[in-house]
């Protein structure tokens, strides 16, 4: 049966409107097509498989070669140092991220395309007008940040608390139970005793302390009593007048405890003080004034204590090295720090947060390590805790041949702890695991920060909204 269409008709009509939709359908492509091959900024795009699929010449042209030696392959064997495959795997976007290319940085955005709840594509682009402005621009950059970190390193070393409660990482129910004893003493002016090993991260916890106390405006003095020569004790922490003792400064000096003034004063290594000294430190904290040398009369002081040791205080005292009085007074609460090996399950969460610090530090990449590492991660006793986890990590970076670390770039030292029973099979520490552990303790933290504002956490992030809620559905996180 034949069908006439007669002008005019309504199937004539609907045929000219489709012919025209499609008209400008196409005419709205090839408009795209011309503003992506000419766009200033360099452009790529890469499938969820890491293969690039698209590039415009800019592109192209800031790498040296051509589109056509790059569509198809794999972004990793022709991008340099490029994380597009990072990011077409694990879906967060990386946005105004420095990369090297040719022996200069430059700077990147790394962000995944959605198709409903799965990730089709990642889009790639270089901010730049020229690369010589891009050279230029990078390097004042880098050196306006390090002066910035240099002078506000300057300033946090001198007055502020540089960590807080959300710098101690970790979730394990040992670290979490120190944390929640701390942020309830830290409130009023108890003197605290820290214990712990050493890298245990004490000093992190001093400054958490004072950062979440009423004196979070003043001064965090911190003392390494291991460091000081005992004939310099009294002058350090009490200061001297002017002419109390030949050499002294016109001026006079300013002790620690004055320095700390309505603040507070960090007694790191307390075992370490001279005998002498601790009935004097007695005195101060039962009068709450102290005497510089050469005055005439002593000085009140308002300030906190908190002392640290990763020795077993109770054992110098029976060992008559450490005063009893002073121990019980500096004893009102003790925090006892966990050792790494005691805190296993941060493990995965303080690797990954240390890769990605030290990829930023040393601009090397890393995917993460490998089974065969993990196990002896895992079995390692850490006798060196979490400062010894990150040298380790560290070396490995600069020792490693591929894009994980492997059993061989770790210390020969550590391979006779691998057959150790400690290591759980069911906590693989892969990049996956870790990245999830560190991505869920972030969205709890921008939730925290923006008082559960979804919109403003998603900003924080750099996510769109509707990503933040697939990760909040995902790690079941309770408004």
């Given at each position: 049966?034949?069908m006439?269409?007669r002008?005019?008709?309504?199937v004539h009509?609907?045929?000219?409107?489709?012919a025209d939709?499609?008209s400008?359908?196409?005419?709205e492509?090839?408009?795209?097509?011309?503003a992506f091959?000419?766009?200033?900024?360099?452009?790529?795009?890469v499938?969820?498989?890491?293969?690039?699929?698209?590039?415009?010449?800019?592109y192209?042209?800031?790498?040296?070669t051509?589109?056509s030696g790059?569509v198809?392959?794999?972004?990793s064997?022709?991008?340099?140092n490029?994380?597009m495959?990072v990011?077409a795997?694990?879906?967060v976007?990386?946005?105004?991220?420095?990369?090297?290319?040719?022996?200069?940085?430059?700077?990147?955005n790394?962000i995944?395309?959605?198709?409903g709840q799965k990730?089709?594509?990642?889009?790639?682009?270089?901010?730049?007008q020229?690369?010589?402005?891009l050279?230029?621009?990078t390097?004042?950059?880098?050196?306006?940040?390090?002066?910035?970190?240099f002078?506000k390193?300057?300033?946090?070393?001198?007055?502020?608390?540089?960590?807080s409660?959300?710098?101690?990482?970790?979730?394990?129910?040992?670290?979490?139970?120190?944390k929640?004893l701390?942020r309830?003493?830290?409130?009023?002016?108890?003197?605290?005793l820290i214990?712990g090993?050493s890298?245990?991260?004490k000093?992190?916890f001093?400054?958490a302390i004072?950062?979440?106390s009423?004196?979070?405006?003043?001064?965090l003095?911190?003392?390494?009593?291991?460091?000081i020569?005992?004939t310099?004790?009294?002058?350090?922490?009490?200061?001297?007048?002017?002419?109390s003792?030949?050499?002294a400064?016109?001026?006079?000096?300013?002790?620690?405890?004055?320095?700390?003034?309505?603040g507070?004063?960090f007694?790191?290594?307390?075992?370490?003080m001279?005998?002498m000294?601790?009935?004097?430190?007695?005195r101060?904290?039962q009068?709450k004034e102290?005497?510089?040398?050469?005055?005439?009369?002593?000085?009140?002081?308002?300030?906190?204590?908190?002392?640290?040791t990763?020795?077993n205080l109770q054992?110098?005292?029976d060992?008559g090295?450490f005063?009893?009085?002073?121990?019980y007074r500096?004893?009102v609460?003790m925090l006892?720090?966990?050792?790494?090996?005691?805190?296993?399950?941060d493990?995965?969460?303080?690797?990954?947060?240390?890769?990605?610090?030290?990829?930023?530090e040393?601009g090397?990449?890393?995917?993460?390590?490998?089974?065969?590492?993990?196990?002896?991660l895992?079995?390692y006793p850490?006798?060196?805790?979490?400062?010894?986890?990150?040298?380790?990590?560290?070396?490995?970076?600069?020792?490693?041949?591929?894009?994980?670390?492997t059993?061989?770039?770790?210390p020969h030292?550590?391979?006779q702890?691998?057959?150790?029973?400690?290591?759980?099979?069911?906590?693989h520490?892969?990049?996956k695991?870790?990245v999830?552990?560190?991505?869920?303790?972030?969205?709890?933290?921008?939730l925290?920060?923006?008082?559960?504002?979804?919109?403003?956490?998603?900003?924080?992030?750099?996510?769109?909204?509707?990503?933040l809620?697939?990760?909040i559905?995902k790690?079941?996180?309770?408004?």
């Amino acid at each position: 049966m034949n069908m006439i269409i007669r002008q005019e008709g309504w199937v004539h009509k609907l045929l000219l409107s489709l012919a025209d939709k499609a008209s400008a359908a196409e005419k709205e492509k090839k408009m795209l097509q011309i503003a992506f091959d000419n766009a200033y900024e360099g452009i790529v795009i890469v499938d969820a498989e890491g293969m690039v699929i698209m590039a415009n010449e800019a592109y192209a042209r800031f790498l040296g070669t051509t589109i056509s030696g790059l569509v198809g392959r794999h972004a990793s064997e022709v991008i340099e140092n490029t994380r597009m495959h990072v990011v077409a795997r694990t879906g967060v976007a990386e946005i105004a991220q420095m990369q090297k290319i040719n022996g200069h940085n430059m700077i990147a955005n790394r962000i995944p395309v959605f198709n409903g709840q799965k990730l089709s594509a990642v889009i790639g682009t270089v901010i730049f007008q020229e690369v010589d402005d891009l050279f230029a621009l990078t390097s004042r950059f880098e050196k306006l940040k390090k002066e910035l970190e240099f002078y506000k390193g300057e300033w946090n070393k001198k007055h502020h608390a540089k960590y807080s409660f959300d710098s101690i990482l970790g979730t394990s129910p040992e670290i979490e139970a120190v944390k929640r004893l701390a942020r309830r003493v830290a409130k009023n002016d108890t003197t605290i005793l820290i214990k712990g090993e050493s890298g245990t991260g004490k000093e992190l916890f001093a400054h958490a302390i004072h950062r979440e106390s009423s004196r979070f405006s003043g001064p965090l003095i911190k003392v390494n009593c291991a460091a000081i020569p005992e004939t310099l004790f009294e002058s350090e922490l009490f200061g001297y007048k002017e002419g109390s003792f030949t050499g002294a400064k016109k001026s006079g000096k300013k002790g620690k405890f004055a320095a700390a003034q309505h603040g507070t004063l960090f007694l790191d290594e307390i075992s370490e003080m001279p005998l002498m000294m601790q009935a004097k430190l007695l005195r101060v904290l039962q009068e709450k004034e102290i005497e510089p040398l050469g005055s005439e009369a002593p000085e009140s002081i308002d300030v906190r204590i908190i002392a640290a040791t990763n020795k077993n205080l109770q054992t110098l005292v029976d060992e008559g090295k450490f005063r009893n009085d002073l121990y019980y007074r500096l004893n009102v609460v003790m925090l006892e720090v966990p050792a790494l090996r005691d805190r296993q399950a941060d493990i995965p969460l303080l690797t990954c947060h240390f890769l990605r610090q030290l990829e930023k530090e040393t601009g090397i990449p890393v995917e993460g390590v490998n089974p065969e590492a993990e196990k002896l991660l895992y079995a390692y006793p850490w006798p060196g805790n979490i400062r010894e986890l990150r040298n380790v990590l560290e070396r490995a970076l600069y020792v490693k041949n591929g894009s994980t670390i492997t059993r061989h770039d770790l210390p020969h030292s550590m391979f006779q702890y691998q057959q150790a029973e400690k290591y759980d099979a069911q906590h693989h520490l892969t990049l996956k695991f870790a990245v999830e552990q560190l991505e869920e303790e972030l969205i709890r933290r921008a939730l925290k920060e923006t008082k559960g504002s979804k919109i403003e956490a998603a900003a924080q992030l750099g996510i769109s909204k509707s990503s933040l809620y697939e990760k909040i559905t995902k790690y079941e996180i309770s408004d």
